[in-house]
Nanobody
Framework: QVQLVESGGGLVQPGGSLRLSCVVS??????????MDWYRQSPGKQRDLVATITSGGSTNYADSVKGRFTISRDNAKKTVYLQMNSLKPEDTAVYYC??????????WGRGTQVTVSS
């Protein structure tokens, strides 16, 4: 069964940076075919899409993070990253990685907590 494991979350002051990682393992299919997403969810709120990177490397971002967050991937390491700069308290959330396989199959990680607070 495919596993997605996020890491890199933690407590950071406003204006600080974090880099999240998501490693995909135990996949029958090659990592290169997956489109990858980062989502986030705050208590009492819906889970929202933050950033996407396609199998071809195209990226897209939520308006709230444009210019501050960067999604990237390393196919050799089967890893997708989310570099988060200029963090704000409203970025506090659990961040989830999602893998999208052609044909509509979706797989989620368990999330990593990001807290932005002074």
């Amino acid at each position: 069964q495919v596993q997605l494991v996020e890491s890199g979350g933690g407590l950071v002051q406003p204006g600080g940076s974090l880099r999240l990682s998501c490693v995909v393992s135990r996949s029958f299919f090659s990592f290169v075919i997956y489109d990858m997403d980062w989502y986030r969810q705050s208590p009492g709120k819906q889970r929202d899409l933050v950033a996407t990177i396609t199998s071809g490397g195209s990226t897209n971002y939520a308006d709230s993070v444009k210019g501050r967050f960067t999604i990237s991937r390393d196919n050799a390491k089967k890893t997708v990253y989310l570099q988060m700069n200029s963090l704000k308290p409203e970025d506090t959330a659990v961040y989830y990685c999602k893998a999208n396989r052609p044909g509509g199959v979706e797989m989620w990680g368990r999330g990593t907590q990001v807290t932005v607070s002074s």
